[in-house]
């Protein structure tokens, strides 16, 4: 007994030491056996602490990590990140981020030797439409000779999207490409020639289309088509012939000649007209669909006519195009024809264009039509979010005081939780002062997507309405991501 007492007190001694007196009195009876369990009880207790130790740095590592700005997160990573980071910062970046990183940007454009990111960077430039690395897309064609393939046609594809204006060592690149590398980079070439390409280059094109040929007949057709197809946005008087030619040839392929219709017809002469009505009797959609795309040039009674009836053509191609005539004129007497496509074409992408043609329109009966679809809640959601869309892309007070009824009771509702997303990603694109009602409902949400949606709402139309309740977020340290987004927002 007196042996297991003296045990107890030197594990105690180990654990929480006593005075040196005490110590060296107990330590007489104690045994090696006891001393030896004592100091493997204190070892056994160090790996433990050590590991919590661990697991505590990790932690407060991980919340290190958090506290970092998004934006100094992304700069971090394309300054130092792997090829795979870079490239998910490229993906992810939106609108804002991407104005805040363009030194980043830039400067990682200059030094990269990666393909995959200049690539990345051209694409993340085309999507935003910003023309600034134009003169760098501009080298990569000049020097093809020594560029990458995906490079190259990443180059090319970006030009023809943000449309710089043209220089001759440019042009003269792309009339390189065109007839040295045609198979690889032909149709590319000749897209950047047609967004923009001068009258010049129109009398190019037109020449290597009647001249050049390849071994493999279904690329040079590709080849000629692209060329058809730029002619027709070029539209230069000096190719009239050429195109009239290529229209008249009923051997030609349908979709060289359908170019070539709608590209004499951009040429506005008068004496198109007649054209234009007697190739709409033709059996191939693809010409009654040109014409369509030609008919927007004229207002004349035979042209209005010639409209009406496409709306009751049997291609959704010549009626989608019969839409888009009718916008460019706002041809009134067309409001019935629109507003029947709008209730009963059985094709939902001519459905949609009709009720965007409706909003430009803004004629009374259509009017009617549009507010009362969107508030009634049997009809098809794909169509009252459309509606929306319509109208606030055309901001148009059309359904301003139905807004906060409809949509309020959406954010409350779990079963109409898409429906409130697709109205409030619509919402968040408009600047007007009608949304702000709903605005403050989505910041002021439990569910986070519906908060996020809502800051969006802030970010487009930065209502100080709305920035109490984003401040507010911004100081609330349970929103998390939410939290550091409503901060960036508020600088």
């Known amino acids: 007994m007196k042996k297991y007492i003296l045990t107890l007190i030197i594990v105690s001694c180990i654990a929480f030491p006593l005075p040196l007196a005490s110590a060296d009195s107990a330590r007489e009876d104690v ?15 160090e790996p433990a602490a050590k590991q919590a130790g661990k697991t505590k740095d990790k932690k407060e590592s991980k919340d290190d990590n958090e506290n970092i700005d998004e934006i100094e997160k992304a700069r971090q ?16 970046i939106d609108k804002q981020d991407f104005e805040s990183l363009q030194e980043d940007f830039v400067r990682l454009f200059q030094t990269t030797r990666s393909a995959a990111i200049r690539e990345g960077l051209f694409a993340l430039y085309q999507k935003y439409e910003n023309a600034q690395l134009a003169d760098a897309a501009a080298g990569v064609v000049e020097d093809y000779g020594t560029q990458q393939r995906t490079v190259i046609k990443a180059a090319l594809a970006y030009l023809a999207a943000v449309k710089p204006a043209m ?10 490409l065109l007839t040295e590398e045609t198979a690889e980079y032909g149709a590319e070439a000749i897209t950047v020639l047609g967004a923009i390409g001068s009258e010049d280059d129109a009398a190019f094109l037109a020449e290597y289309f009647e001249t050049f040929t390849m ?22 008087d000096n190719i009239r012939g050429f195109l009239l030619e290529r229209l008249e040839d009923e051997n030609e392929n349908v979709y060289v000649r359908s170019s070539a219709l709608a590209g004499l017809a951009q040429m506005k002469n008068a004496d198109t007209v007649p054209l234009l009505v007697s190739f709409f009797e033709k059996p191939e959609p693809l010409l009654r669909e040109a014409v369509m795309r030609g008919i927007a040039q004229f207002d004349t009674a035979e042209t209005r006519a010639l409209t009406l009836q496409a709306f009751r053509d049997s291609s959704y191609q010549v009626r989608l195009a019969a839409l888009q005539a ?3 004129t706002k041809q009134t007497d067309a409001v019935p024809y629109v507003l029947y496509r ?3 074409d059985p094709t939902e992408a001519v459905r949609l264009s009709a009720v965007e043609t409706l909003t430009k329109l803004n004629a009374p009966e259509g009017n009617t039509w549009l507010k009362e679809t969107f508030c009634d809640t049997k009809k098809g959601e794909k169509l009252r979010v459309a509606i929306l869309r319509a109208v606030l892309q055309e901001k148009s007070s ?9 949509i309020l009771p959406t954010i409350t509702d779990a079963k109409q939780k898409q429906l409130r997303y697709s109205f409030g990603k619509e919402i968040a694109k408009s600047d007007s002062t009608a949304v702000l009602g709903v605005g403050k409902a989505f910041l002021q949400s439990d569910d986070a997507l519906t908060k996020s949606i809502g800051l969006d709402m802030f970010k487009t139309n930065r209502s100080a309405e709305l920035r109490p309740l984003v401040e507010a977020i911004a ?9 550091r987004r409503a901060q960036r927002l508020l600088e």
């Open 167 to 176: 220089n001759s060592s440019l042009r003269e690149a792309l009339q390189r």
């Open 342 to 344: 709008a209730k009963y």
């Open 77 to 92: 990573a394309l300054q130092y990140g792997l090829e795979s980071e870079i490239a998910e910062v490229l993906n992810k």
């Open 326 to 328: 009718v916008q460019k």
């Open 475 to 483: 100081q609330d340290e349970k929103q998390g991501t939410l939290q």
């Open 31 to 45: 045994s090696a056996d006891a001393v030896q369990k004592a100091v493997q009880s204190t070892a056994a207790k």
């Open 398 to 406: 059309l359904l301003n005081d139905d807004l906060e009824p409809i």
């Open 215 to 236: 071994d493999d007949t279904k690329q040079e057709l590709i080849v000629k088509q692209t060329i058809a197809a730029a002619l027709e946005k070029i539209h230069s």
